[in-house]
């Protein structure tokens, strides 16, 4: 098996008595876009800055691209972007100013640093204000600078801390979109963190959700919410064209079906609880009693549910 | 000779490859054009400017009393005259600053670390391959190259003119001193540019940073002085029961602890260095003055007064330093 490029061992990182992360353990493989989801005050960004060597770990070892972090920091950096939450830039310098400066601090040959600090403008859709003093820019225009800033020292892999905070929905896709799209072009390894459950959705293969400095739980999507509501019951939801009468004669005849607990009558809606996913035959029994069906809705777990429930599991 | 001709074109492509510059000093080079951009910096330099015109503008209108004036051993360093003569209105240029060093570092340096740090630059820059010392040293570094060019157009635009002014050509030893006197206002400034740093380290917020900076300033330049004459003065019984070795040892004593703040011995250096007839900083006795000729010292000999003085500069500098990298290396950088 291949080798995890970002690879954490018993990460742990105390504040005094306060323990900000605890005995994490990560692999994330190359090429991979990994979400790490948690609230605020999770231990996200000190984990993130032990994997840079910015901040020193208790205990427990971080291996980002074969090269241990906390030792070796300096081929780390070489080969990882990273973008702080808090992005920050020289003001008095035009944004070209402080591309090429960064690309000068990571040894980018004087010749090629002009052209390929426009290039990454270009990629993240900035070529127009190339010239404007970083003082001038919007929130958004300095995150879609922070990846061009991430991503003129050509890393392997990219960690973006929080990227998608303060931006406006429609710019948060499309900046997702250009993460996602990168990732796959140049075979970038992505770490996303972030409390924003949708955004990680979107665009992430796996997510870790980390609660007060551990790792609760890790997988794609699927996983994550099969294995919490593996015991909980489906919810099917039916519409009808008519509304229905109360009492409603086929009641029990719906209660007989296999699997179904529990029946919530609402006008034209029902909401049909079972314990497994049997909607084809609760619809085929609508059908079969004349009922003019116009919507059936599978109620399905999103993020959302898997995040609120971890939550509730970890504040008990 | 084709062969020939290859092996040339491969040498010179080879010397007009420009290797990229280490961090370091790419991180010096932003930092220097930075502060020459800031509006900061050109106030300070039109301050500093104003002060070394106003005083050569002086020296210029009494060089002619100075320079016959005999009964001065000083008065044939014509260079040294210029620097040094005053009409009584306007402090000489090295007075002046010794008040206006502390500002010129203070204010480079002041918010050198939380600034950084709080636009979020700081992270940014540390993410990158370098090492964090660097960023420290690049501060210093790049502030000090600042000053250091400053003082030395000051110091040849003064010579200039004078050489125009006058027509007389400036000699080695009063270059030397001339020079020396440039090294010991960087060193001086430099000072307090390491402790502004430190400073910034100490103080999240850049204000906080820059008052303490003042206050030690304030503090060093007026309460000191003031302070040790008191505490003194409680110590030193009825001087007129006194010997004469007694009072010259509380002197020394008192001078000693004068010399605890870095603008006495940078007065002290600077005196010595720019007046050739100053033989000691300290009180003398009427036997080692005995037999004396009032003549003004060789450079070497000025040099080795004012060399623990120097020393105690540098000394100061560093330790400033130390603490702040002390300080840094182990900082969290998270804002």
Same mark, same amino acid.
């Given at each position: ?24 353990? !990560? /692999? ?20 993130? !800055? ?47 100013? /402080? ?5 000068? !601090? ?19 859709? !900035?070529? /127009? ?35 998608? &905070? ?96 529990? &029946? ?13 996913? /049997? ?38 | ?55 050569? $503008? ?20 014509? $260079? ?50 370098? $090492? ?113 070795? +007694? ?20 007065? +002290? ?67």
């Amino acid at each position: 098996m291949e080798n995890p490029i970002i690879e954490l061992r018993g990460l742990t990182k105390c504040y005094g008595s306060v323990k900000a992360v605890d005995d994490l353990n !990560l /692999n994330i493989q190359k090429g991979e876009i990994f979400g790490l989801l948690g609230p605020n005050g999770a231990g996200k960004t000190t984990t993130i !800055l032990m994997m840079l060597g910015l901040t020193e770990p208790t205990a427990g070892t971080a291996h980002v691209c074969g090269y241990n972090a906390t030792t070796s920091p300096i081929p780390v950096k070489r080969k990882v972007g990273y973008m702080p939450d808090s992005l920050g830039f020289y003001d008095n310098m035009t944004a070209l100013e /402080n591309l090429m400066y960064v690309g000068e !601090l990571n040894g980018i040959p004087q010749a090629e640093i002009k052209e390929r600090a426009l290039s990454v403008m270009r990629m993240v859709g !900035l070529e /127009n204000e190339i010239d404007k003093k970083t003082s001038a820019y919007s929130r958004g225009m300095k995150q879609r600078l922070g990846l061009a800033d991430v991503l003129i020292k050509q890393p392997d892999v990219v960690i973006l801390d929080e990227p998608t &905070l303060g931006i406006d929905p429609s710019g948060v896709k499309e900046f997702l979109t250009l993460i996602r799209q990168l990732s796959r072009q140049q075979g970038l390894t992505v770490l996303l963190s972030s409390h924003h459950l949708h955004h990680v959705q979107q665009v992430c293969d796996r997510v870790g959700i980390f609660v007060k400095g551990k790792l609760l739980v890790e997988g794609n999507m699927d996983t994550l919410s099969k294995n919490i509501f593996e015991r909980k019951s489906f919810e099917v939801l039916v519409t009808l064209r008519n509304n229905l009468t109360l009492p409603w004669e086929h009641e029990s005849e719906f209660l007989q079906l296999d699997g179904v607990k529990q &029946l919530g009558v609402n006008e034209r809606e029902i909401t049909v609880t079972c314990s497994h996913d /049997n909607t084809p035959e609760i619809v085929r029994l609508f059908v079969l009693k004349g009922y003019e069906v116009m919507g059936v809705q599978r109620k399905e777990h999103g993020l959302d549910d898997i995040y609120q429930k971890y939550f509730e599991n970890s504040l008990n | 000779m084709s062969s020939f001709v290859v092996s040339f074109r491969k040498n010179t492509t080879e010397n007009t490859h420009v290797p990229p510059s280490t961090p370091f000093w790419v991180m010096v080079r932003r930092e220097i054009s930075s502060h020459i951009r800031s509006w900061r910096f050109v106030l300070l330099l039109g301050l500093v400017a104003l002060t070394f015109f106003g005083s050569i $503008y002086v020296s210029f209108g009494n060089i002619r009393d100075a320079v016959n004036n005999v009964k001065d051993p000083d008065h044939l360093f014509l $260079y040294l005259k210029l620097l040094t003569t005053t009409d009584g209105n306007l402090p000489a240029f090295h007075v002046l600053l010794s008040f206006l060093g502390p500002l010129l570092g203070i204010s480079l340096g002041f918010d050198a670390v939380n600034s950084e740090k709080q636009n979020g630059t700081l992270v940014r820059i540390l993410a990158q391959p370098v $090492y964090r010392d660097n960023l420290l040293l690049s501060k210093f570094t790049g502030s000090l190259v600042l000053v250091g060019v400053l003082f030395l157009v000051l110091t040849l635009i003064m010579v200039g003119a004078g050489i125009f002014v006058t027509g007389v050509m400036i000699e080695v030893e009063e270059a030397l001193r001339i020079l020396s006197f440039a090294i010991i206002c960087v060193m001086y400034v430099g000072f307090w540019l390491s402790l502004s740093i430190l400073l910034s380290i100490a103080f999240t917020q850049p204000a906080t940073s820059a008052l303490a900076a003042i206050g030690v300033w304030l503090f060093l330049t007026v309460f000191y002085q003031i302070g040790i004459s008191m505490v003194v003065k409680a110590l030193v019984p009825n001087t007129s029961i006194m010997s004469e070795t +007694d009072i010259l040892s509380y002197n020394e004593l008192l001078f000693r602890l004068l010399r605890l703040a870095p603008s006495q011995l940078f007065t +002290d250096a600077t005196t010595t260095l720019l007046m050739p007839s100053v033989r000691s900083l300290g009180p003398i006795t009427m036997e080692q003055m005995a037999g004396a000729i009032p003549s003004p010292l060789s450079y070497k000999e000025s040099l080795m007064i004012v060399w623990p003085q120097v020393s105690g500069l540098i000394a100061a500098t560093f330790a400033c330093f130390a603490l702040s990298y002390y300080l840094f290396m182990r900082r969290e950088v998270r804002s």
